[in-house]
Structure formats: C-alpha cells, structure tokens
C-alpha cells in the first residue's frame, strides 16, 4: 500500500524493543556485541520506505521516558519499570530525582548506534525536553492536520504501542501501523478498525475508553470493575467521558448504582488520568543536530546519506551491510 506524500512518524523506542525481542541475539558485530536491535530498526525501516513510499519520516525519541507532569498527576505511572523497582520510582519522585527506566543490558549499547545511523542516513530525528516520544508523535501530527487541507499530507504513525490509536483520524487522515508480531506483521488501523475491534466510533473515543479501563503495563488503575468492553458501551451511549460523567452527576437511568458508585469513587483519578493519558499536542519538539522543525525540508527522506563516510564506517565497524544496503535501496527507489 503506498502512501505518497506521507508523513511517518516512528515511534523508536518501541520499535527498537520490538526489533530486539524479534531478531536472534546471535546477530552480532565483528567484535561480538550484540546489533540485534539496531539491524532490525533498520529492515523494518527499509520495509516501510519500500511498501509506503512516504516523502518524509522522523524517528520520534523519548528524551523522559517518565514525564513529571504525569508523575505528578498519577505516581504509579510506569513505576514498575523504573530501574530497582516501584519503591525506588517513589523515592527518586519525591526527592525530584530522575529515575532510569529497566533496558536489557544487550539493548542499551545499541541505543546510541541506532542513532549514530540515522544521522549518517539523514534520516530525522525528533525529541522534545520532558516529554515521551508519543507526545513528540501527537504534536507532529497536531502540527500536520493543523495545516490547510490542500498543503496537508497523510500521517502513518508506526508503533507497537496501543495507546497511540487514540490519533487515528479518517478525515485528516493519520492512520496507525501496529507491529503485532517480531518487525514484520504490520496492522492498519484506521477508524473502521477501531469500531471492528474495540467498539469505539474514533481516536478521541478509544482515548476516553483507555482512561476507563486503565493499563497496568503503565501503572494505570482505571477504574475498578469497568472493562474494555463496558468502557466502550458507556462511551457509544454518552458519546465520551465527560458525557459519561455528567450522566453519572445527573443520575440518569442508563448507568446502574454500581457503576455510577464505580465512577464517583474513581473521581479523583478520572480529574487527572486524560491529561496523563493523551498525548501532548504542544511539545516543544527540537530535532537532533539542531535543525529547525519547521523548515520545509526538515523530515524530507533523502534519497542517498547525507554522510557517506560516516555511514561505511559505521556499517563496517558493526556489520550492519546487508541492513543498510536495504535502507539505501528503499531509500533511492520509492
């Protein structure tokens, strides 16, 4: 399926964690470090470019993994992955210490590879101070919709994570690649997907269905007793959550005493779990080497590496050749 003129937007982060569960550990350098993750980013990459063809491409970075302001809002947000575990995640947030999130050691060295690159590819980078690379996705995608329908291109966010189905919009359109499995299965979701699967009518819906149900892969409680299922019922009947809980203070009829009971005690986490559940629309996003976001050319896909040099050392010194003959073949054909 090809996209042209598309924006895509990566989620890095998640794809890099997926390319490291997906491809064998015994894919190593020369020198016997582990570039699992860093060969499958890269034929994941080279796989998009060939099937979408999109004119330009940025790999959004989490530059905090672990907002304060959601923090602040939930604390129990992502505490059980922070390095020593949730009773450290407590103390470092109440000391305003930054915590470090759990990455396996075979993944961590290869983080910076990944980057290093990139950067000879040419190939955006974007990361905003204080903010996850969901909320760099979101204010890209704000930025791009919010622009006059004849100038606006389509948006293809690529991720592995759920939580971003809550940008799936038909009329701008921006669309979600879901990687299922390993690098390879890739799934559209768009909004006939949404109501197909989880019976919610758009991105905004399945947003307010998340704060309901919560996440525990996030340290999100939702609320308690309210499902997938029950969430996306109430939000068909009162349209969205602030519907909802105005028919919870009004009485009416259509919700039972227990979940109108469910609701009210889950007050307070309902006052704050949309800010900490929807991505940023207004991230200050910076990209990396200090190119100005808003210029015309600033995510253009090249058609050859911006830096040659750089690249051949980097393939050779760690074995990425057949990896990146793949990038810069899809990158000179599409």
């Known amino acids: ?3 042209r003129h598309a924006l895509m937007l990566l ?3 998640s794809l890099y964690f997926r390319a490291f569960y997906g491809v064998p550990d015994s894919v190593k350098a020369p020198d016997g470090s582990p570039v699992n993750a860093v060969r499958g980013l890269l034929d994941m990459i080279a796989r998009l470019v060939t099937d979408h063809r999109p004119d330009r491409l940025v ?3 989490d530059e905090d993994w672990r907002p ?3 923090v602040a809002a939930i604390p129990s947000y992502k505490a059980h992955r922070v390095v020593g575990g949730a ?3 407590a103390a470092a947030s109440s000391d305003g210490v930054t915590v470090a999130e ?4 075979a993944l961590a060295p290869q983080v910076p590879v990944i980057a290093e690159v990139l ?3 040419g190939i955006a980078r974007a990361g905003a101070p204080g903010y996850e690379a969901d909320d760099v996705i ?3 995608t704000a930025r791009e919709v919010a622009r006059p329908a004849g100038e606006r291109s389509p948006v293809l966010v690529v991720t592995g994570d759920r939580d971003l189905f809550q940008l799936v919009d038909d009329d701008a359109p921006v669309r979600v690649l879901y990687t299922i499995r390993g690098i390879k299965d890739v799934e559209v979701v768009d909004g006939a997907r949404l109501r197909e699967k989880y019976a919610v009518a758009s991105g905004g819906a399945y947003a307010d269905m998340a704060v309901l149900r919560g996440d525990p892969s996030d340290g999100l409680p939702g609320v308690a007793g309210i499902g997938e299922k029950t969430a996306a019922a109430m939000l068909a009947k009162y349209r969205d959550l602030p519907g909802l809980l105005a028919a919870r203070d009004a009485g009416d009829p259509g919700l039972t005493a227990t979940q109108r009971r469910r609701l009210v005690e889950a007050d307070d986490y309902l006052a704050v779990a949309p800010g900490v559940v929807r991505v940023a629309a207004d991230a200050p996003v910076r990209l990396a080497g200090g190119a100005d976001p808003a210029a015309a050319d600033a995510f253009a896909l090249p058609r050859q590496p911006v830096d040659g040099a750089a690249l051949v050392d980097l393939t050779e010194r760690w074995g990425l050749e057949s990896s990146v003959r793949r990038v810069l073949t899809a990158l000179a054909n599409r």
């Open 1 to 3: 399926m090809a996209d």
């Open 11 to 13: 989620d890095s982060a």
């Open 59 to 61: 790999a959004c970075w």
């Open 68 to 70: 304060a302001f959601r």
């Open 87 to 89: 009773e450290a995640a």
């Open 102 to 105: 759990e990455v396996p050691d």
């Open 119 to 121: 950067a000879a590819l």
């Open 138 to 140: 979101g204010t890209l």
